[in-house]
C-alpha cells in the first residue's frame, strides 16, 4: 500500500530528480542567507535600542 502524494509533491519530487543542481544551489543559497556568525555585542545593542510599546498603540498620548 502506497502513502497518498499530493499532485504538488509528486512534481517537486519529480523535478529535484530531474534537476539535482537546484538541490545543490538551495544548499549553498542558504549559506548566503542564513548560516551568518552571530555579533552578541551587537545583538545586545539592538535590544537596549528598542523603543517600548504602548499597550495600545492607537491611543492618543
Same mark, same amino acid.
Given at each position: 500500500m #502506497? %502513502?497518498?502524494? #499530493? /499532485?504538488? &509533491? &509528486? *512534481? %517537486?519530487? /519529480? *523535478? !529535484?530528480? @530531474?534537476?539535482? #543542481?537546484?538541490?545543490? /544551489?538551495?544548499? $549553498?543559497? $542558504? !549559506? &548566503?542567507?542564513? /548560516? @551568518?556568525q552571530v555579533d552578541v555585542n551587537e545583538q545586545h545593542g539592538f535590544q537596549e535600542a528598542k523603543v517600548q510599546q504602548k499597550p495600545y498603540v492607537y491611543q492618543p498620548d
Open positions: #502506497s %502513502m497518498y502524494q #499530493s /499532485d504538488y &509533491t &509528486t *512534481f %517537486m519530487n /519529480d *523535478f !529535484l530528480q @530531474k534537476n539535482p #543542481s537546484v538541490a545543490e /544551489d538551495q544548499q $549553498r543559497l $542558504r !549559506l &548566503t542567507w542564513w /548560516d @551568518k
